[in-house]
């Protein structure tokens, strides 16, 4: 399967509107692809806090509306990254969507680990609850985590737990912690046996430079594929087999002990 991460450029001298329609335009685009994946909270910046409350919008509002057409036109699967969303309940919540090639609505993730240490999203937004798996077709399950979440190795078992074989990152990562991403990257692709996909934002988010370098990972570690720092279209060619090849040509899955049992009380 081919998939394609767009590295937004993510500038303050852009609409929201403007950067929404240049998206939908790069994932036409990649017709022939079999999946596309956008960044983490790209229509304003993961680091825009004072937007987020203007700028959010319902599940299906206009991100959904552009990016819906832009999965069906294009024909492929589309992890079109996470916006701000406002719930019914009226709470902000960081919000991923994901399509079909028919431009259905496959999946919706609420950002479970929050970032902020008590300021901005930890504080600005709600956490989600459930981790999220979404079956492409018959050829693989796809495991949906974002940004922050990298950090909890936790999230990402539960996630191949419940089948999931390549796991998708959409982050709005910073420069200065650069060198985590692309370790934390491998690390979830070693521990899980799994492909990783961390698609990041380029650009400055609210004077914050942001890391880019979006980056694929194999199941043994193997990076196949990283971006620069500066807005990019990253393509990589994946074989969803190797997952199950790497599983049992070293079976360490199978050794898990902790985990696995509810704890004796």
Not at 4 to 10: K, N, T
């Amino acid at each position: 399967m081919r998939a394609s991460l767009l590295q937004i450029a993510v500038n303050e001298d852009e609409t929201v509107e403007g950067r929404r329609l240049r998206a939908a335009a790069l994932v036409r685009e990649q017709a022939g692809a079999d999946l596309v994946v956008l960044p983490e909270l790209w229509t304003t910046g993961a680091f825009a806090f004072e937007e987020f409350d203007a700028a959010a919008e319902p599940l299906r509002g206009p991100t959904h509306e552009v990016m819906a057409k832009a999965a069906s036109d294009a024909g492929v699967w589309l992890h079109a990254g996470s916006v701000p969303e406002r719930g019914p309940d009226g709470r902000l919540y960081n919000t991923s969507l994901v399509f079909s090639p028919a431009g259905e609505l496959a999946a919706s993730y609420r950002k479970i680990h929050r970032f902020g240490f008590d300021k901005g999203e930890a504080v600005l937004m709600g956490a989600g609850r459930e981790p999220v798996t979404v079956r492409l077709a018959d050829t693989t399950t796809l495991g949906v985590a974002t940004c922050y979440d990298l950090r909890f190795p936790e999230l990402f078992r539960s996630l191949v737990d419940a089948g999931a074989e390549i796991l998708v990152v959409p982050a709005g990562w910073p420069e200065r912690r650069r060198s985590h991403w692309t370790l934390l990257a491998q690390a979830r692709a070693v521990e899980n046996q799994a492909f990783v996909l961390a698609c990041g934002t380029a650009g400055t988010h609210a004077g914050v430079p942001q890391a880019g370098h979006s980056i694929v990972v194999d199941p043994w570690g193997e990076v196949l594929a990283e971006a620069g720092a500066d807005e990019e279209v990253l393509t990589v060619d994946l074989d969803p087999a190797k997952v199950a090849r790497t599983r049992e040509q070293f079976p360490a899955l199978k050794d898990r002990v902790l985990g696995l049992e509810p704890p004796r009380r």
